[in-house]
């Protein structure tokens, strides 16, 4: 965040000497009138050098519309990423249509740059669904939703260790992969304890190999081989398909949330791979709020760089002084389907330890990908309190493991975690994590992310 609060220092100088905003035309377009207020809010934020003012002057250059500075981790040993972002959305009858763009890149060399369209139905006989509600809301959203999206991520850093045992230590490659496609969430029912839609998602992915020279680790071709490391050797571009049900019902006067997902994932290459696979995962979320809800959460129809809940014309909700609280136990499963003569690529296996290559968190104390198999199961117990401003206390209990073609999963062999440290959810500003865990396998590690979407901000599309 260091280059971030620099970057408000300069930008609060140049505002403080800036002449007075002049006053709006009358036949002023939207991205005008947008631009234009963005500015005067920079100006309010960012005229002040005391510390207060220049984190909220962070915050509105990392949150504003139509433009913001875009700021985040990157996969686990890339960096934080840097960059901008343009936000814009129309408002329509029919559809309302959110525009994403960004692109960030870390001083390790990786990046990433995307683009994401969102297009969210509106003026529709609701039938059975509950009747329209402020975008803002999480859950279910009542009216269909429809996303776009196109987006390259190259991290030259990567860690690959093998199976446990085999005696041939951890090795460094990197990756670029593309991912351009779509998806649609469409509601059944939208509210109350019932609330439930389908989900279905179509993606193109093309994935090259990188020689990497990270840390002084051997290069992974020189460690493993095709059969140890599944897809080393080529990869083919896949097709994806998803079909699947999300349940996010409320209940106990929304005093238990819970956001229950399945889904089958089908990767398909050319008939003479042997790279295609099927793949079910199973999320089950279970959050117990007290004094209010945790600020941030996820809203049906934004982009990754949005925060705003509703039109663009809004700002980005402010930092909350709530003494907000949330218990959060969640589960994960995913089991894969390779067949007799096939594997699963090591590049779309998920991983255990750290973080995951999409900044997913899991077994904190143990090392970047550290656990990597085609199954996984994974349990997590938190308690997230609000400590001052924006600023909470995490605690954490986690377990899990991955299964392996020569060692299928078991949930009497667990690894697991524990740590503690703080969390910032500043507004509409990424969500900060500092960590410290330890486990009795691994001892202790410290673990910080910065979430790689502004909090109340959509999903991009996972990497695996």
């Known amino acids: 965040m260091g280059a971030t609060v620099l970057l408000a220092v300069l930008v609060a100088s140049s505002l403080r000497q800036a002449p007075q905003t002049p006053p709006a035309p009358a036949q002023e377009g939207q991205f005008h009138a947008e631009v234009r207020r963005e500015w005067e809010r920079a100006g309010e934020s960012c005229n002040s050098f005391s510390a207060t003012g220049a984190m909220g002057c962070v915050i509105e250059l990392a949150t504003d519309h139509p433009f913001h500075v875009a700021v985040g981790s990157l ?11 343009f936000v814009y959305e129309v408002p329509k009858p029919t559809f309302d249509t959110n525009l994403n763009i960004d692109a960030v890149r870390s001083i390790d060399g990786a990046w990433r740059a995307g683009a994401y369209l969102t297009l969210v139905r509106t003026n529709v006989q609701t039938g ?11 859950g279910i959203h009542p009216y269909p939703i429809f996303a776009l999206y196109a987006q390259t991520t190259a991290t030259p850093n990567l860690l690959f260790l093998g199976e446990p045992g085999d005696g041939r230590g951890s090795s460094a490659w990197g990756m670029r992969e593309t991912v351009v496609g779509g998806n649609a969430l469409v509601p059944i029912v939208a509210s109350g304890a019932a609330a439930l839609a389908a989900y279905g998602e179509v993606d193109g992915r093309f994935v090259a190999l990188e020689t990497s020279t990270f840390n002084n680790e051997p290069t992974i071709g020189s460690v493993y081989d095709p059969l140890s490391a599944p897809g080393l050797a080529t990869q083919p571009g896949m097709v994806e398909f998803t079909e699947g049900l999300r349940a996010a019902p409320s209940l106990w006067h929304d005093q ?6 399945i889904a089958l994932q089908e990767f398909v290459t050319s008939s003479d791979s042997t790279d295609s696979f099927r793949r079910v995962r199973v999320d089950l979320n279970h959050d117990i709020p007290w004094r209010g809800t945790a600020p941030g959460a996820p809203v049906p129809g934004n982009g990754p760089d949005q925060c705003v809940a509703g039109s663009s014309t809004e700002t980005c909700p402010a930092v909350s002084t709530n003494q907000y609280g949330t218990i959060h136990l969640g589960v994960r499963l995913i089991k894969s389907f390779a067949g007799a003569s096939g594997a699963v690529p090591f590049y779309f296996q998920p991983t255990l330890g750290g973080t995951d290559i999409d900044g997913t968190p899991g077994l904190a104390a143990f090392g970047d990908y550290s656990l990597r198999g085609p199954d996984l199961v994974f349990f997590q117990a938190s308690v997230e309190h609000s400590l001052w401003w924006a600023v909470g206390g995490l605690v954490e209990a986690a377990a899990g493991n991955v299964g392996l073609p020569t060692a299928p999963l078991r949930l009497s062999h667990l690894h697991d975690s524990i740590g503690a440290g703080l969390t910032l959810r500043a507004g509409g500003f990424p969500m900060l994590v500092a960590e410290y865990a330890w486990s009795a396998e691994t001892g202790h590690r410290v673990v910080v992310t910065l979430n790689a979407s502004l909090l109340g901000g959509g999903s991009r599309p996972s990497s695996f």
């Open 256 to 261: 238990l949330r819970l956001t229950y997902s």
């Open 75 to 85: 996969a686990p040993q890339n960096g934080l990423g840097m960059g901008g972002a």
């Open 128 to 138: 059975t669904l509950a009747g329209p509600t402020s975008k803002g809301s999480s």
